[in-house]
């Protein structure tokens, strides 16, 4: 079956950054885009991007360009989302999943989840 | 960017009843590109529907969407004990990819 899981949960200071990994197995990792969400405590849902791990290709919410990059190693089918320059309303839960249809922005299913928390 | 705008907030129900939520947008959602979310607490989100109609894979029939264009509806016919929680709607047309506030049903 399907399975995505993310690398766990991070603190990190004002001003640096953050790598969450996110593991495919289940399926063929190069054949459907993978999105990023994310999700304050106690808040809705927010859209980052995606990337096609076939390609590389990439494309961010206006939000989080300059900001955000996603990347890829298909030797090992794992998807990264890395953000910089953390700010403490960047403290959220950010989730993996994968595309339904190769490229269709419909996702499902999810990674567990990776808490991130930004304080000095 | 389409907003969405989920209502009511809050949805006070029973066991066995009907729960009709509501996701209104903000402009047209090309070609019914409208999906829904389930989230139960300290869980990831699950994909309920597609396509505004289409069910996912092993959701059941009790669950259905309706709508087109700024105006789309969940329908649970008869809530069950698990199916307390907040849903999402999501819209994926070609204004990129955008979620509702959420509606909470909780137990009454």
Same mark, same amino acid.
Do not use: E, K, P
């Given at each position: 079956q399907v399975q995505l899981v993310q690398s766990g949960a991070e603190v990190k200071k004002p001003?640096?950054?953050v790598k969450v990994s996110c593991k495919a197995s289940g399926y063929t990792f190069t054949g459907y885009y993978m999105h990023w969400v994310r999700q304050a405590p106690g808040q809705g849902l927010e859209w980052m991007g995606w990337i096609n791990p076939n390609s590389g290709g990439t494309n961010y919410a206006q939000k989080f360009q300059g900001r955000v990059t996603m =990347?890829?190693?298909t030797s090992i089918s794992t998807a990264y989302m890395e953000l910089s320059r953390l700010r403490s309303d960047d403290t959220a839960v950010y989730y993996c999943a994968k595309d339904l249809h190769d490229y269709s922005n419909v996702l499902d299913p999810w990674g567990q989840g990776t808490l991130v =928390?930004?304080?000095s | 960017e389409i907003v969405l705008t989920q209502s009511p907030g809050t949805l006070s129900l029973s066991p066995g009843e009907r729960a009709t939520l509501s996701?209104?947008?903000s402009q047209s959602v090309s070609s019914s590109y409208l999906a829904w979310y389930q989230q139960k607490p300290g869980q990831a989100p699950r994909l309920l529907i597609y396509g505004a109609s289409s069910r996912a894979t092993g959701i059941p029939d009790r669950f259905s969407g309706s *709508?087109? *264009?700024?105006?789309f509806t969940l329908t649970i016919s008869r809530l069950e004990p698990e199916d307390f929680a907040v849903y999402y709607c999501q819209q994926y047309g070609s204004s990129g990819v955008t979620f509702g506030g959420g509606t909470k049903v909780e137990i009454k």
């Open positions: 001003g640096a950054s =990347t890829r190693d =928390t930004v304080s | 996701c209104r947008a *709508g087109s *264009g700024t105006d």
